[in-house]
């Protein structure tokens, strides 16, 4: 029988924080899972310490990659040999917290209408909270944003990220990318944060020279969605999100000119996408509301999740784990 979850770490030169990853989700109070290590040719000791694991768990499954692959496709090919029902990845440098799988895997099972679970700090109503693709689309334009969440935060359906074609690959902002794509058509659940720590080291993406170069190209495609023909939103909150992305642009190229970051500055300014005649008719006072993209019943009052359907869940996962 496959197991509920398959939760994927792709891995490259993390010799110092890969068992840290890896005792995280052996200690997870959720125990249906099936650990997939996939290792993008490191040079140093990170398979060794991963294989080291995998001998005394056979949860565990190690898989060395003859050449590097990069980031999204290491991930995508990760997705690719997973058999449970959902996926979580998990990056090989964080670490996961007990209840980390029993509450996402619970929670997206509860939830059959959506695809994908998403954790972090939601206001707006009580959580999970399941939005549709125009409350997706408004969240991210109109309230505080939903799109910029890592891979680490997520749990998919299998079946369902195959269908998709996996992540798009568009470079260290793919999960980006992805956001833009998933949310035109699928259902999202919002669960609660604290889940897990996202490591900050200076190994990582965000801390390198291309960082903020790689972040400003990826602006542009967030820019050019309000006006595809599949954007969720109607005229009027297309309008109000270019205004609110304008301010977001404007703001960055200022800070860029604070600081004396001349080049980057213009970088951005070539790079958002907007014309110049765009910056006229929407460089205005942003307009941003916290609860946008809260699910509401008919009579506008906020939506209280199934507690009860949670407990059934619950309840079903010991009987389906005990002896």
Request: aromatic share 10%.
């Amino acid at each position: 029988m496959h197991p509920r979850v398959s939760v994927l770490m792709t891995a490259y030169n993390r010799e110092a924080l890969i068992a840290d990853a890896i005792e995280s989700v052996l200690a997870q109070t959720f125990t249906d899972f099936e650990l997939i290590i996939v290792d993008d040719a490191s040079k140093d000791r990170t398979v060794e310490i991963a294989r080291c694991y995998a001998a005394r768990d056979p949860r565990i499954q190690v898989v060395v990659n003859e050449r590097n692959l990069g980031d999204y496709p290491n991930r995508n090919r990760a997705a690719k040999l997973a058999s449970g029902e959902f996926i979580k990845y998990h990056d090989s440098d964080d670490v996961m917290y007990p209840h980390c799988l029993a509450v996402m895997a619970g929670m997206l099972a509860a939830y059959p209408e959506a695809t994908v679970a998403l954790s972090g700090e939601w206001p707006g109503g009580p959580l999970p909270m399941l939005l549709t693709p125009r409350m997706c689309y408004e969240r991210e334009y109109h309230g505080r944003g939903m799109f910029g969440s890592c891979p680490a935060s997520i749990m998919f359906r299998r079946d369902r990220f195959a269908e998709l074609g996996y992540f798009e690959l568009a470079g260290p902002h793919s999960d980006v990318a992805w956001w833009l794509r998933i949310c035109k058509t699928d259902h999202v659940l919002l669960v609660p944060a604290g889940l897990y720590w996202w490591r900050l080291h200076t190994g990582q993406h965000w801390a390198s020279p291309e960082a903020a170069r790689d972040s400003a190209m990826m602006d542009k495609r967030v820019w050019a969605e309000l006006d595809a023909e599949d954007c969720p939103l109607d005229a009027a909150g297309r309008h109000l999100a270019k205004i609110n992305w304008t301010r977001i642009q404007a703001s960055k190229i200022y800070r860029n000119l604070r600081a004396g970051e001349f080049g980057m500055a213009w970088f951005r300014y070539r790079q958002c996408g907007l014309q110049v005649q765009d910056w006229f008719r929407y460089l205005r006072r942003p307009k941003r509301d916290a609860l946008a993209g809260t699910p509401r019943n008919p009579d506008g009052s906020v939506i209280i999740p199934r507690y009860q359907e949670l407990s059934t869940i619950k309840a079903e996962q010991a009987h389906r784990l005990s002896p």
